[in-house]
């Protein structure tokens, strides 16, 4: 039987919302020329129906004794609301400073790709698009770019039909 080290903890969505948590990367030094200085991974999770809610359980893989940084998003019929927080210990602690990161909603009437995504050596990316009805991530097609010697990804988008895209930034301050 496989073990599995790592940390889980629950939340409970009230009806008509979907969460969901990614797991924020930053970049080694030594990268930040070639990469972003952020990269994100969504966590995976298991649902629950208990009752009327939906009880979800997101695991991380490998929690650091520093804290993990989280991003949450909690998506509900018209809007979506965006905390940050950290993992430490068994406990998820929300952020009273928010963490920079733009986010936009995408939207077209024709059929649309989104190209030129870059990935980190180990396949992370800064930028996430997400369907708010499913909040499942939109997969890109990932290819190798021989000119630029480098891994990205394209995303085809639906017509008439919205996307909430997000990417870490660096604050300025």
């Not at 929690?63 to 609301?81: H, M, R, T, W, Y």
């Not at 909603?105 to 992370?124: G, R």
Request: proline residues 5%.
């Amino acid at each position: 039987m496989e073990s599995w080290k790592g940390k889980h903890f629950s939340i409970t969505d009230p009806k008509g919302v979907n969460t969901v948590i990614y797991e924020v990367y930053k970049t080694n030094k030594e990268y930040l020329h070639k990469y972003p200085k952020y990269t994100v991974e969504r966590l995976r999770s298991t649902e629950q129906l208990v009752g009327d809610l939906k009880k979800k359980t997101f695991y991380v893989e490998d929690p650091q004794d520093s804290g993990n940084q989280l991003i949450i998003f909690s998506f509900a019929k018209e809007k979506v609301v965006i905390n940050n927080g950290m993992l430490i210990n068994n406990e998820v602690r929300i952020s009273k400073k928010p963490m920079p990161f733009k986010f936009n909603t995408l939207y077209s009437e024709e059929k649309m790709e989104l190209k030129d995504f870059k990935y980190t050596p180990n396949l992370k990316r800064a930028i996430t698009i997400i369907d708010p009805e499913t909040t499942e991530e939109v997969k890109p097609v990932l290819y190798y770019d021989e000119e630029t010697n480098e891994v990205k990804g394209k995303c085809k988008l639906k017509p008439y039909k919205s996307y909430f895209a997000f990417e870490l930034g660096e604050d300025k301050k």
